[in-house]
T-cell receptor
Framework: EAGVTQSPTHLIKTRGQQATLRCSPI?????VYWYQQALGLGLQFLLW???????NRGNFPPRFSGRQFPNYSSELNVNALELEDSALYLC???????????????FGAGSRLTVL | KNEVEQSPQNLTAQEGEFITINCSYS?????LHWLQQHPGGGIVSLFM???GKKKHGRLIATINIQEKHSSLHITASHPRDSAVYIC??????????FGTGTRLTIIP
């Protein structure tokens, strides 16, 4: 069974540009979570999608947005990139919230975004 | 305020030693996760606990709900166990709150 896949592995952008990161969850998982891990900092919750809907978001500005597609894959978009957006962006998936096993997360390998 | 604290921040030990990493949280939780992050960033979910104790190979995780405390133990530690270990908590909602992580280095 394929795990959670993220693309691209690495992405280099300049200030003011937009970045799009993608995540494909494990088959059967409908919830997708996005996390940011900036250098020297811990993981911070960004966004949660479940069955196509945004369910919750962390304390990030509106420049950070995303969506979930009918096949439950997800995109994270970061507009007007700033230097401090340089980080590892991790995606995790789980079964539908409220179902058995919903607390079991599977993480992707991450996408490293560098903003110059 | 929902907080998660881990200790120690850094831990260096000799191969074969018994390792303990601690996690404390501020209020009641619905679940606690132990995660392992290797250099390069990949994260593996080791355990999800809501009570008691779980064991997988050389790894043991315990949680004391009354004391709001969890421990991750590694028996017969090995250099390949070197990684950052992260405690993450569900405070009754779907968002995970993460500890700052414990960087473990096992010396051969």
């Amino acid at each position: 069974e394929a795990g959670v896949t993220q693309s691209p592995t690495h992405l280099i952008k300049t200030r003011g540009q937009q970045a799009t990161l993608r995540c494909s969850p494990i088959s059967g998982h409908t919830s997708v979570y996005w996390y940011q891990q900036a250098l020297g900092l811990g993981l911070q919750f960004l966004l949660w999608y479940d069955e196509g809907e945004e369910r919750n978001r962390g304390n990030f500005p509106p420049r950070f947005s995303g969506r979930q597609f009918p096949n439950y894959s997800s995109e994270l978009n970061v507009n007007a990139l700033e230097l401090e957006d340089s980080a590892l962006y991790l995606c995790a998936s789980s079964r539908r919230w409220g179902s058995s096993g919903a607390n079991v997360l599977t993480f992707g390998a991450g996408s490293r975004l560098t903003v110059l | 305020k929902n907080e998660v604290e881990q200790s120690p921040q850094n831990l260096t030990a000799q191969e074969g030693e018994f390792i303990t990493i601690n996690c404390s949280y501020s209020v009641g939780i619905s679940a606690l996760h132990w995660l392992q992050q290797h250099p390069g960033g990949g994260i593996v979910s080791l355990f999800m606990l809501s009570s008691g104790k779980k064991k997988h190979g050389r790894l043991i995780a315990t949680i004391n709900i009354q004391e709001k405390h969890s421990s991750l133990h590694i028996t017969a530690s090995h250099p390949r166990d070197s990684a950052v270990y992260i405690c993450a908590v569900n405070f009754g909602n779907e968002k995970l709150t993460f500890g700052t992580g414990t960087r473990l280095t096992i010396i051969p």
